[in-house]
C-alpha cells in the first residue's frame, strides 16, 4: 500500500485545495506505479510556523524579519 504523507507551512490549505492534492497524488500514483487507487494512503499535515526551521530561525521569524524591512 503506498503512504504518502505531505507536509506543508501553514497557512492550512482549504478543503477544496486538500481534496484536489489527494485526488491528484492519488491519480499519480495510480498510474506511475499501477496501483489499485483503493490502495493509496495520502495524509496531509498542516505544521505552524513556529515547528519549522531554516538557517536556523523558525518560519515565523523569517516572515517577521521580512516584515520588518
Known amino acids: 500500500m503506498p503512504f504518502v504523507n505531505i ?9 477544496e485545495q486538500k481534496k484536489q492534492i ?3 497524488i ?3 500514483l495510480a498510474r506511475v506505479l499501477g496501483k489499485d487507487p483503493a490502495a493509496i494512503l495520502v495524509m496531509i499535515e498542516t505544521l505552524g510556523m513556529d515547528s519549522i526551521g531554516k ?4 518560519l ?3 516572515k517577521q524579519n521580512k516584515e520588518k524591512k
Request: charged share 25%; net charge negative; proline share 9%.
Open 7 to 15: 507536509k506543508v507551512a501553514a497557512p492550512e490549505p482549504t478543503k
Open 22 to 24: 489527494i485526488a491528484e
Open 26 to 28: 492519488t491519480n499519480t
Open 55 to 58: 538557517s536556523g530561525l523558525s
Open 60 to 62: 515565523e521569524e523569517i
